[in-house]
């Protein structure tokens, strides 16, 4: 945004038309030789267009261009720009998603559970503000993918990139909340929360999905455990991401009630059950609002003159119109 010390002086760029009539425009400006061609009985003279009218008639634009620049430094023209500063810190978020095969489940129309899930995520990021995100994916192992951090575009980019058995066919539920506790265990935030999005049972890894929980407890970590998938025979498609294989078939879905709502509880947490992709969308949501906290903001308002540089632009135009002319044209006023 520009705004002006003196923007009254702004009405001095009333004066440039009139210049400009005069200038180029007003038959008796000077400069023209008169010739009566009432006498000549041939063919009218038309003079052609020639490259080196383009370039002066150019050069005009930019002295006068360079003229208005002068006028609007005069009125003190400056940027102004708003920040928006936090007082308060926003809630850690880690978000633990399963890329085990079986999220390939095609219950989820028009896409399977895991690019659902993904979804779900994508919008529920847009729409936080100055809260620390993170994102932990499992399957035979778990690794985090982005650590919490204010970088939602970051974010999005690397759950985009998420594939279904990059780390390989099992399902370690315990170590993917255990890597999540892992990079909160550092946090100040007042309140830190692990939203844990699966369809199967913990049967991998070396840490139980209880023992992670009773660490995320000890820690102050809340963690939502949202079961996703409908029981029952399942249609399933997914393609290897070591040998780039598809396969495709029936399965016989069906996600550990029990330990999702054991994890929750330990930690004061919730267990909510997604058997569609619209109940998913309800779920995060309703997590959305309730891990909402009051934040302190203030603004900042930032002004930056630029008078000096409209000025070395107005200038540069103008010197460019009088050396085009003079040297280059060898005009001789």
Not at 125 to 143: E, T
Not at 171 to 199: N, Q
Not at 302 to 315: A, D, M, Q, S, Y
């Amino acid at each position: 945004m520009i705004t002006f010390d003196f923007p009254g002086m702004l009405l001095f760029i009333a004066i440039l038309p009139p210049f400009i009539f005069l200038r180029h425009f007003w038959k008796n400006r000077g400069g023209r030789l008169s010739f009566s061609f009432t006498i000549w009985q041939k063919e009218v003279f038309k003079p052609g267009i020639y490259l080196s009218k383009i370039i002066l008639f150019l050069s005009s634009v930019f002295f006068w261009i360079g003229f208005l620049l002068l006028l609007i430094a005069n009125a003190g023209p400056s940027l102004v720009s708003k920040e928006k500063i936090y007082l308060t810190r926003g809630i850690d978020i880690i978000f633990v998603l399963d890329e085990s095969p079986s999220m390939a489940g095609k219950d989820f129309l028009p896409d399977n559970r895991f690019e659902s899930a993904k979804n779900v995520i994508k919008t529920f990021v847009q729409g936080r503000d100055h809260d620390p995100i993170g994102l932990v994916s499992f399957g035979k192992n778990a690794v985090l993918r982005v650590p919490p951090g204010l970088d939602y575009e970051y974010f999005l980019e690397h759950l985009e990139g998420l594939q279904l058995m990059d780390l390989g066919n099992g399902t370690a539920m315990g170590m993917g909340i255990a890597v999540a506790c892992l990079h909160l265990d550092k946090s100040t935030a007042k309140e830190k929360v692990i939203i844990l999005l699966t369809d199967g049972d913990n049967n991998a890894g070396e840490i139980l999905p209880e023992s992670a929980a009773n660490i995320a407890s000890a820690m102050g970590i809340r963690i939502y455990s949202v079961g996703i998938g409908s029981s029952g025979e399942v249609p399933l498609e997914f393609t290897d991401p070591e040998t780039g294989k598809i396969y495709r078939g029936m399965y016989e879905s069906g996600y550990n009630e029990d330990i999702l709502k054991e994890i929750s509880e330990i930690t004061n947490g919730e267990f909510f059950q997604a058997q569609s992709p619209g109940a998913l969308g309800t779920i995060m949501s309703s997590i959305d609002s309730l891990e909402r906290i009051e934040k302190r903001t203030k603004l900042v308002i930032n002004t930056k003159p630029i008078h000096r540089e409209v000025i070395l632009i107005g200038f540069i135009l103008i010197l460019f119109d009088f050396f085009l002319k003079k040297w280059i044209f060898r005009e001789v006023l």
